[in-house]
Nanobody, 121 residues
Framework: QVRLVESGGGLVQPGGSLRLSCAAS????????MGWYRQAPGNERELVAR???????NYADSVKGRFTISRDNGKNTVYLQMNSLKPEDAAVYYC???????????????WGQGTQVTVSS
């Protein structure tokens, strides 16, 4: 069973920074892409940033230049460095991982439980 555990959310003032972490644990062969999504009240869940196993990244236009996604494959952990935070960045942030569990031919999608990010003065 694969488990994703997020940490690092909290309350920050506009213009501030936060770093989110998401660690994968359990029994699996390897992790393909990992990503961060967010969902604000009344909105659909949206992609924030994604990183492949070889380090290729893509970002939502709204966070380009402010957020940076990275990963430590040895620790099965993905990070999201969020700088210059805006009130509109406030949401529950979810970690996502595409995992090869028992075979390298089938990917399973896993989600973390979410971590709240609040941007307010």
């Amino acid at each position: 069973q694969v488990r994703l555990v997020e940490s690092g959310g909290g309350l920050v003032q506009p213009g501030g920074s936060l770093r989110l972490s998401c660690a994968a644990s359990g029994s699996f062969l390897s992790i393909n892409a990992m990503g961060w999504y967010r969902q604000a009240p009344g909105n659909e869940r949206e992609l924030v940033a994604r990183i492949t196993s070889n380090g290729a990244t893509n970002y939502a236009d709204s966070v380009k230049g402010r957020f940076t996604i990275s990963r430590d494959n040895g620790k099965n952990t993905v990070y999201l460095q969020m700088n210059s935070l805006k009130p509109e960045d406030a949401a529950v942030y979810y970690c996502n991982a595409q995992v090869f569990e028992t075979t390298m031919t089938t990917l399973y999608i896993h989600w973390g439980q979410g971590t709240q990010v609040t941007v307010s003065s």
